[in-house]
C-alpha cells in the first residue's frame, strides 16, 4: 500500500528532475525515509542553482554516468533531460567523448550506445564487403 506523503514526493520529484529511476519508485514504496534522505543530497548537488547551470550538470551527469558504466536507462534519462533543456545532441555526444582518453573505449561505448538510441542517430554503412 502507497502511502500518500510518498506519492506526494514521488510527484514531486518527476516536477523537479524530469525524470525519476525505478530504485525511486521502489524507495517510496519501500523506505520512503532513506529515499528522501538521499533525494536532499542530490537536491544539494544537482538541482539546486549554484554556480553552474543545469545544463553543465546534465552534461557532467552524462559523463560520470558513461564512466562509471552506470545503467543504460539512467544514463538515457539525464540525456533526455539535456536535450529538453536544449542541450544539442552533438554537445552531449562530446561530453561521452571525454570518457575516452580517461575510462576507455568500453565504456565511451557504453555511453554512446545509451546516446544514439535516445537521439537516433543516422550511420553511415561501408560501401566496400564485410564480414559477416
Known amino acids: 500500500m502507497t502511502s500518500a506523503p510518498?506519492?506526494?514526493?514521488?510527484?514531486?520529484m518527476v516536477a523537479?528532475?524530469?525524470?525519476?529511476?525505478?530504485?525511486?519508485?521502489?524507495m517510496a514504496a519501500n523506505d520512503f525515509p532513506v529515499l528522501q534522505a538521499a533525494d536532499n543530497l542530490v537536491d544539494a548537488a544537482y538541482l539546486a542553482q549554484r554556480r553552474l547551470d543545469r545544463r553543465t550538470k546534465e552534461l557532467l551527469f552524462v559523463l560520470s554516468l558513461t564512466v562509471l558504466r552506470a545503467d543504460k536507462a539512467?544514463?538515457?534519462?539525464?540525456?533526455r533531460?539535456?536535450?529538453?533543456?536544449?542541450?544539442?545532441?552533438?554537445?552531449i555526444l562530446e561530453a561521452i567523448e571525454i570518457a575516452l582518453p580517461e575510462a576507455g573505449v568500453v565504456a565511451f561505448q557504453h555511453g554512446f550506445d545509451a546516446w544514439r538510441e535516445v537521439v537516433n542517430a543516422e550511420a553511415l554503412e561501408p560501401s566496400a564487403p564485410v564480414q559477416p
Open 81 to 91: 533531460v539535456a536535450l529538453g533543456l536544449g542541450v544539442e545532441p552533438q554537445e
Open 6 to 12: 510518498a506519492q506526494r514526493y514521488l510527484d514531486e
Open 74 to 79: 539512467h544514463i538515457q534519462s539525464h540525456i
Open 16 to 26: 523537479k528532475r524530469g525524470y525519476v529511476l525505478e530504485y525511486h519508485k521502489v
